[in-house]
T-cell receptor, first 115, second 114 residues
Framework: AQKITQTQPGMFVQEKEAVTLDCTYD???????LFWYKQPSSGEMIFLIY??????QNATEGRYSLNFQKARKSANLVISASQLGDSAMYFC????????????FGQGTELSVKP | DVKVTQSSRYLVKRTGEKVFLECVQD?????MFWYRQDPGLGLRLIYF???????EKGDIPEGYSVSREKKERFSLILESASTNQTSMYLC?????????????FGPGTRLTVL
């Protein structure tokens, strides 16, 4: 069974608008972490934001925020005020407490920001 | 500035060749990982290591082996390269404890097997 699902292979957004990238997950471990990474065309993986399963508040990092809905097992990434440099692949990933540091990745969403 | 480095950004090899991909991290991390990335499939774990000389198979270990003789270095070996191993290979490292610890990635190696 897929543990991390990103259902949007590609997304378009107008510059300066907000965009939401979807991510759902599946785990029976009560302690886990959720991560979002950005991968520009150059290939490097850039860590964006983290949400812990016990965190009471949604994580925010600058223009990035994570809409964490634990009961629905979703961890959507919201990018506000999109910029041309936000065009990239975005990956959602999960780290379970009993899995020795392994990350499980979703398939990714390719975001294109239009001028 | 923390860093994970990989020996090559681009590599072209012939079918049947033995291929070594090297990864070095300078953060004294216990855990190191090798992934391959293919369009539409995300990142898939090949092998990981949680200590020197220790290794565990990931989701797609067939056709690959690994070596970790020193804490900072984790090598991926393709014993006899095949065209279906043409892919992007990413190395990563992280601390063992704490679900909050992100993985740090190297720049990736784009391997083409002809």
């Amino acid at each position: 069974a897929q543990k991390i699902t990103q259902t949007q292979p590609g997304m378009f957004v107008q510059e300066k608008e907000a965009v939401t990238l979807d991510c759902t997950y599946d785990t029976s471990d009560p302690s886990y972490g959720l991560f979002w990474y950005k991968q520009p065309s150059s290939g490097e993986m850039i860590f964006l934001i983290y949400q812990g399963s016990y965190d009471q508040q949604n994580a925010t990092e600058g223009r990035y925020s994570l809409n964490f809905q634990k009961a629905r097992k979703s961890a959507n990434l919201v990018i506000s005020a999109s910029q041309l440099g936000d065009s990239a692949m975005y990956f959602c990933a999960m780290r379970e407490n009993n899995q020795g540091g392994k990350l499980i990745f979703g398939q990714g969403t390719e975001l294109s920001v239009k001028p | 500035d923390v860093k994970v480095t990989q020996s090559s950004r681009y590599l072209v090899k012939r079918t049947g060749e033995k291929v070594f991909l090297e990864c070095v991290q300078d953060m004294d991390h216990e855990n190191m990982f090798w992934y391959r990335q293919d369009p539409g499939l995300g990142l898939r774990l090949i092998y990981f290591s949680y200590d020197v000389k220790m290794k565990e198979k990931g989701d797609i270990p067939e056709g690959y082996s690994v070596s970790r003789e020193k804490k900072e270095r984790f090598s991926l070996i393709l014993e006899s390269a095949s065209t279906n191993q043409t892919s992007m290979y990413l190395c990563a490292s992280t601390r063992t404890a704490g679900v909050y610890n992100e993985q740090f990635f190297g720049p990736g190696t784009r391997l083409t097997v002809l």
